[in-house]
């Protein structure tokens, strides 16, 4: 999965360079989930699948302590070089090198759409291994994603309730 980010993280890197200011609607979702984390007392955050930081240095600006992980090597390359006060690196999100519990927060912003959809489930545990409790996660998918994936995988953790859309 990492070997094409690998091949484009240049081009990629050029295209999004300004996401947040040029998505209004992201920015606000993103500020909000900060927001939140900071009320409930918490600080740190993971950014998986980051790509060249963007989302990692948006929850930077909005006061998170934020690292980032990706596992291709030319977008954290990209990354540090972008945003060097930022720890970045190295790492599959489906194996976090974290200790349980260390993060506030695990933002996935349009990170895991590559991930197939029986791999999900777990995934979604590694990001709850790594997190306080209470801690909260953002998934950030852009509006081409299907739902019916992420419900499915949702309820095999036992999120029943889902609504159907």
Same mark, same amino acid.
């Given at each position: &999965? ?16 300004? #996401?947040?200011? /040029?998505?209004?609607?992201? %920015? ?8 939140? /984390? ?36 030319? &977008?954290? @390359?990209?990354? %540090? #070089? ?10 599959? &999100?489906?194996?976090?090198?974290? %200790?349980?519990?260390?993060? @506030? ?5 349009? @990170? ?6 029986? #791999? ?8 709850? %291994? /790594? ?14 994603? @299907?739902?019916? /994936? ?16």
């Amino acid at each position: &999965m990492y070997d094409q980010y690998e091949l484009i993280a240049d081009e990629y890197a050029r295209h999004f360079t300004d #996401e947040f200011d /040029v998505r209004p609607f992201d %920015r606000s979702l993103v500020q909000s989930f900060a927001e939140l /984390v900071l009320r409930s007392g918490g600080q740190a955050a993971l950014d998986v699948g980051c790509g060249p930081g963007q989302a990692a240095a948006e929850l930077t600006r909005l006061g998170l302590s934020a690292e980032g992980i990706d596992g291709s090597p030319a &977008m954290i @390359s990209i990354a %540090r #070089e972008r945003y060097p006060q930022i720890p970045f690196q190295v790492a599959d &999100m489906r194996e976090l090198p974290y %200790r349980d519990g260390t993060f @506030s927060a695990v933002s996935a912003w349009y @990170s895991i759409i590559h991930t197939p959809a029986d #791999e999900l489930a777990d995934l979604f545990a590694e990001f709850r %291994r /790594v997190l306080t409790d209470p801690g909260w996660l953002l998934l950030g998918f852009p509006n081409w994603c @299907s739902s019916f /994936v992420f419900r499915r995988s949702l309820r095999t953790r036992g999120l029943d309730d889902l609504p159907a859309t």
